[in-house]
Every structure is written in structure tokens, then in C-alpha cells.
């Protein structure tokens, strides 16, 4: 095992909201920060610098995730700089709204490929160096949408429940490596993906919700840093999603 300081965490889409959340918690307790960024320049180097405040390491790095070589350029990078993840946290995602029959061909292809080719190959490039050193993470930040469904976002929850089959496929494939796969499936959540609700529309889903009110992205990054922990090597091929009782 790995003194904390010697370990490397990479959060895909950490610029903001849950990703932002997850980068400072494994900030906290001194691992090497890697802080991925698509358009978000600035938003990335604030969470960098917060990040760089707890006394550890922190770098930002540009890719698209959509693109193979981009992600190849990532790792080549990442392994000059000494910061092959140990730890790797797919979060990157983006959700759309809107009517199955409205859906065109280009918005089906853009979901599946950030939200599923991106995590593929992510993960396809950075399990090598999990499994030659017999131990490693792996977490995707998947959707309550991806194990319920949901109307009116069923290409958002067709791309998280095809997260979900990936991430029970892939921990049994891993296991005899020491390798764990888990997905954590938020409800919803108090980003900025919710700012398309008004006021009585939040009111209402926060109603239906036994909670109470929606999560925060601390809470979030609180569960996939126990998924992350050493101590958590029996848990695997598991999808844990933290709603408040809202879908169960």
C-alpha cells in the first residue's frame, strides 16, 4: 500500500459541482490531486488551488474525452509528471432533458460518448497500471435515473444504466488484481444541474423526497472516498445510490 502522499487520484469533469467536491476531499487527507477539465479553464485552476491549500499536490489537466488520442496524450502526460492514478474516479457526464421523439441522432451519439466512451476509455487506458500493481479504484459517478429510468431523460438514463452494467462487468473481471469497480448513483443533487428547476418545481422535488431536501456534492464525495479507501477492498461491482430515500 501506498502512503497517502504518494497516491494519485484522477476526478474526470472536476471543475465544479460533484467533481469539484470529490477533488477536495481526497485533497484533505493529502493524496496527489489530478483535477480534469474539458472547456472550464479557470473554474479547474480554482479547484486546483483550493485543492493545493491542504498542503498536498494538485494539477489540472485539458482533455476530451471523447477522443482516444486526446486521452492518450492525458496519460503520457500524467506518467512524465509521476501522477499514474491509483485512483480513478469517472465523473464526467452531461444529462439532457427533452422528449424521447425530440431526440436527434447527433444529441443520442454526443450522451452515449461522454457519457460511456469517455468512462471506457478512461478506464481501458488506466487499469493497466492498477492491475500490474495488484491494487486500485475505480468509481463512476453514475444517476438514480440510471437504475430507475426516468421520463423525459431516457437517453440520460440509457448512457447511466449502461455505467452501471459496465461497472458489474468490469469488478468481477478485476477482482482477482485487487481492483475494485463500484458506481455511486446519486438522487438528486444540488448542482447545476438542478438550475433549470424555478422555485415551485424545486419545492415540489424536494417534497417528494422523504429527506426532505436535496443532496449536496460534499455528501456524494464523502461516499466515493470511502469507495476509494483501502479498507473498502471487499466492496465491488456495486451500485450505491444516495437519494434520501427518494427511490428505493
Known amino acids: 500500500m501506498k502512503a497517502l502522499a504518494d497516491t494519485s487520484v484522477l476526478i474526470t469533469g472536476a471543475s465544479r459541482g460533484i467533481g469539484a467536491a470529490i477533488a477536495h476531499r481526497f485533497a484533505s487527507v493529502g493524496m496527489k490531486v489530478i483535477i480534469h477539465y474539458l472547456n472550464s479553464h479557470e473554474a479547474a485552476n480554482e479547484v486546483a488551488r483550493a485543492c493545493l491549500a491542504y498542503g498536498g499536490e494538485a494539477i489540472t489537466i485539458r482533455a476530451d474525452l471523447r ?119 446519486p438522487g438528486a443533487v444540488d448542482t447545476d444541474m438542478m438550475k433549470h428547476l424555478d422555485t415551485s418545481e424545486r419545492s415540489a422535488l424536494e417534497e417528494d423526497i422523504p429527506a426532505g431536501r436535496l443532496g449536496t456534492p460534499d455528501e456524494i464525495a464523502s461516499l466515493v472516498y470511502f469507495l476509494a479507501l483501502p479498507e473498502s477492498g471487499y466492496i465491488t461491482g456495486q451500485v450505491i445510490s444516495p437519494n434520501g430515500g427518494w427511490q428505493t
Not at 121 to 137: E, N, V
Open 67 to 185: 477522443s482516444a488520442e486526446q486521452i492518450d496524450r492525458m496519460k503520457s502526460k500524467l506518467d512524465e509528471l509521476g501522477f499514474t492514478p491509483d485512483i480513478l474516479v469517472n465523473n464526467a457526464g452531461t444529462a439532457y432533458y427533452g422528449l424521447f421523439t425530440d431526440v436527434t441522432e447527433e444529441e443520442w451519439d454526443d450522451c452515449m460518448n461522454i457519457n460511456l466512451k469517455g468512462m471506457f476509455l478512461c478506464t481501458q487506458r488506466f487499469a493497466p497500471h492498477m492491475i500490474s500493481q495488484k491494487y486500485g479504484r475505480i468509481i463512476n459517478v453514475s444517476s438514480v435515473w440510471g437504475i430507475t429510468g426516468a421520463s423525459c431523460e431516457v437517453m440520460y438514463s440509457t448512457a447511466k444504466g449502461g455505467v452501471n452494467a459496465f461497472t458489474k462487468s468490469l469488478a468481477k473481471e478485476l477482482a482477482p488484481s485487487g481492483v475494485t469497480v463500484n458506481a455511486v448513483a
